[in-house]
């Protein structure tokens, strides 16, 4: 007969290994999810000289082809948001790594613009189901005191998928990076690691209430002000990452260089950035259990480094890179800003608004990239960035003065229809 301890220490190391292999495939499947994201910013220039473009057409038709992407990840993020709440956080997780991954491959066989917007707009749906999914599945596995170091390690693994699609962008042809991508998120669903459903969905499955209703969310004004306050706290992170970053080569040239950087080896700095601020960001989080004052901090120092990016005139090469991993490092409270998201709702729309929050965000540079280039034909690249800068930096801060504290709140519960 087994002892009552020997069955509570089997039920421990079984919650444990189901905990880890969450955190592990979230985390591992955001790294794939971030190179692929990532990767078009690198191989921009490379792939579409390839393409048979040239000059002004290599930023109109970049921008083109990120808003291709961003819209994709807007629809996606509302399909797969509403599954995960409908079906199971673990199905999204999975199915989002599958789509994405195809998408990837077909990237690297496109021969034209239009195939590449395409699988652009494709690779977009797949890419916004993984992060929603793996952070909500990660929180509702976890303690409400420890949710916060799952989510960050989600975060700070994930963010280093950039760093390799820089490695890979640089080193290799543009269309094998796209196939290494593709492979890694198949090798990945491959590895069938036992990650479980979450215990929270699956007792909500019992009960008749309305699941996965994206118009729940603005059942009330307290609901539609709180969903709208989590996505405007995280947009200065895709203006940094979406703008400053992925075209500084423009502004490297608008900055007097008299060697334009490459936007793979800023996309590194920012993403190595990115990653030591969101372990920075998680650590202090859970410290001093506050996550809307460490994230107003981080958003802080975000403003003063994007004022040093635009402002400090002809910057060495190693000056400019480093801006991009300070940029980076400030923007690293996208671990928290995701975990804030997530806590804010019940568990019957909590995929819903984690995935589709994040996503609202990336999507938010479709209508900041056509912003930066209304104000850069005006009054030039620097000053018509630091406008766009100025309003996303203003309207960040007031929202996030606009939510409460989230840290330790209970999770299981159910927002009413």
Not at 158 to 173: E, M, P, S, W
Not at 212 to 232: H, Q
Request: charged share 10%; glycine share 12%.
């Amino acid at each position: 007969m087994v002892s009552p301890f020997l069955r509570m220490r089997s039920i421990s190391i079984g919650v444990k290994q189901i905990v880890s292999a969450s955190i592990l495939l979230a985390a591992l499947g955001y790294f794939v999810d971030i190179y692929d994201l990532i990767l078009f910013s690198i191989v921009r220039v490379k792939s579409l000289k390839s393409l048979g473009l040239m000059d002004e057409q290599l930023l109109s038709q970049g921008v083109f082809l990120i808003n291709m992407q961003m819209g994709g990840m807007l629809l996606g993020g509302i399909l797969w948001g509403i599954l995960g709440d409908k079906r199971g956080r673990l199905s999204v997780l999975l199915g989002s790594i599958f789509l994405y991954s195809v998408a990837n491959i077909a990237n690297g066989l496109v021969s034209g613009v239009s195939g590449y917007a395409f699988w652009r707009f494709c690779a977009g749906v797949g890419l916004a189901g993984e992060l929603g999914a793996g952070i909500t599945l990660v929180s509702e596995v976890m303690s409400k005191e420890t949710r916060g170091y799952g989510t960050m390690i989600v975060a700070v693994v994930g963010i280093l998928g950039a760093v390799l699609a820089a490695l890979i962008g640089d080193l290799f042809d543009w269309r094998v990076a796209y196939f290494v991508g593709g492979m890694m998120g198949l090798g990945l669903l491959l590895l069938r690691l036992k990650a479980c459903e979450s215990g929270m969905f699956e007792g909500l499955q019992q009960h008749n209430v309305k699941r996965g209703s994206f118009f729940l969310i603005f059942k009330t004004m307290n609901n539609t002000f709180r969903y709208l306050c989590c996505i405007l706290i995280g947009v200065p992170l895709w203006f940094v990452i979406g703008i400053l970053v992925t075209f500084s080569p423009e502004f490297g040239k608008a900055l007097g260089m008299s060697e334009v950087p490459k936007a793979s080896t800023a996309v590194m700095c920012a993403y190595i950035g990115l990653s030591l601020g969101g372990l920075a960001s998680g650590c202090l989080s859970q410290f001093f259990k506050n996550r809307r004052g460490i994230t107003a901090v981080f958003m802080g120092l975000n403003a003063c480094f994007m004022l040093f990016y635009l402002f400090y005139r002809q910057p060495s090469m190693g000056i400019f890179y480093m801006s991009c991993l300070g940029l980076g490092f400030a923007s690293g409270y996208w671990a928290l800003f995701v975990t804030i998201a997530a806590e804010q709702f019940g568990t019957n729309i909590r995929s819903t608004v984690a995935t589709t929050v994040p996503n609202f965000v990336r999507g938010a540079v479709v209508p900041l990239t056509l912003s930066f280039q209304y104000f850069k034909n005006q009054y030039g690249v620097i000053e018509g960035a630091s406008i766009v800068a100025m309003v996303c930096v203003v309207m960040a801060f007031a929202a996030l003065f606009g939510l409460q504290e989230t840290y330790g709140k209970q999770l299981d519960y159910v927002e009413l229809d």
